[in-house]
């Protein structure tokens, strides 16, 4: 198969003809017609991700495509299926699986990390009876593909860990991929949203997908202005970036009993992110966490998208070529800031 190859942290990637991955007993290898850039990819390239131990490494994890092979035991899935998958792939068969929180499974494997990713023709995924998801029938790939990282990950974070309610303020921090698809599911679900961002672009794509307001996180403080926006503090506020700063921005910005949500991925080299726990007391605040989400969970979402009531696809920028994926690597650090690169192997 072709494949976006790499042979050392941050070097060159390249194009080049690699052996197809073997079905995994249990698992399928899907044919990738879509696949998202992702921030997380560049972690991943930088070296920051610990899960990447061999070269060359195919990354990629964002992805949907068709079902090409299964491997024995697999009772749900047929090569033809249109599926895609969310990027923590469950074992389903360790204590968090059977609880049904596949998203924190204790063997859990991702694609572009664990093993080699969706920047290919074909990628191969373990445990498809848990893992794999069927797309409606009307559903275009690149749509699909947007769902598996940053907007599902987005929707259970303001829904489910959020719990964000209608009227409620909403403020999120960072808006690349994953905020800016927090915005519009908050506002979808009748929330006010504050978008807070450095990037006055991101902020004007906040506005559109529906932030009621924008605050310029690199003036001033932005947890005052949302303090001040807000009348108080948000109900329920997101660090969509990830970084020490945003993190406290996000829980400096709540409101008595607010919800902290971190759902932009901390990487170690950042160092820890220290948290005003003294307020966390004061102000009796919750602080979660919340890791992509379950295959069995995407029901309702996918419901939202077919009714275009959530639209994935206006995230998407620009369709690339497998071949044009290495010139874009550039774009990798940035992904989501201005809007989402997807590559069409296929
Ligand atoms: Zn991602
Ligand atoms: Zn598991």
Redesign the pocket.
């Known amino acids: 198969m072709r494949a976006v190859v790499y042979e050392a942290f941050g070097g060159p990637m390249e194009v080049r003809e690699v052996p197809d991955p073997p079905v995994p007993p249990g698992g399928a290898v899907v044919r990738v017609l879509a696949t ?1 850039v ?4 560049w972690h991943g390239w930088q070296g920051h991700d610990p899960d990447i131990r061999a070269f060359p490494h195919v990354p990629g ?2 992805l949907a495509g068709v079902v090409e092979a299964v491997g024995g035991g697999v009772a749900r899935w047929r090569p033809g299926d249109r599926v895609t998958v969310p ?1 923590v792939c469950a074992c389903g068969r360790c204590a968090s699986c059977a609880a049904g929180d596949q998203q924190v499974c204790e063997n859990q494997t991702q694609p572009g990390f664990s093993h080699w990713g969706s920047f290919a023709e074909l990628v191969a995924l373990g445990a498809a009876d848990v893992n794999l998801v069927g797309l409606p029938e009307e559903m275009p790939y690149t749509t699909a593909a947007a769902l598996g ?2 907007f599902a990950t987005a929707y259970r974070a303001v829904l489910a860990r959020g719990r964000t309610a209608p009227g409620e303020w909403v403020a999120v921090h960072g808006c690349g ?1 994953v905020g800016l698809s927090a915005v519009m599911i908050a506002a979808a679900a009748g929330a006010r949203v504050v978008a807070v961002d450095v990037s006055a672009d991101a902020l004007a794509l906040a506005r559109e997908l529906g932030a009621a307001e924008a605050v310029d996180g690199s003036a001033g403080d932005p947890a005052a202005a949302v303090r001040e926006i807000t009348g108080g503090g948000a109900h329920v506020s997101l660090d969509a970036l990830g970084s020490p700063a945003t993190a406290r921005a996000s829980v400096e910005g709540l409101r008595r009993r607010g919800r902290h949500v971190q759902v932009g991925l901390l990487p170690p080299a950042a160092g820890p992110a220290p948290l005003p726990m003294d307020q966390v007391i004061a102000l009796e605040l919750e602080i979660l966490g919340s890791h992509g989400m379950a295959a069995h969970a995407y029901a309702p979402m996918l419901e939202l998208v077919s009714a275009g009531t959530l639209r994935p696809d206006a995230l998407v920028a620009r369709v690339i070529g497998l071949e044009d994926a290495p010139a874009a690597r550039a774009a990798l650090r940035t992904a989501g800031a201005a809007g989402m690169t997807m590559i069409a192997p296929g």
């Open positions: 998202g992702c921030r997380s990819d994890h964002e990027f990282c940053r991929g």
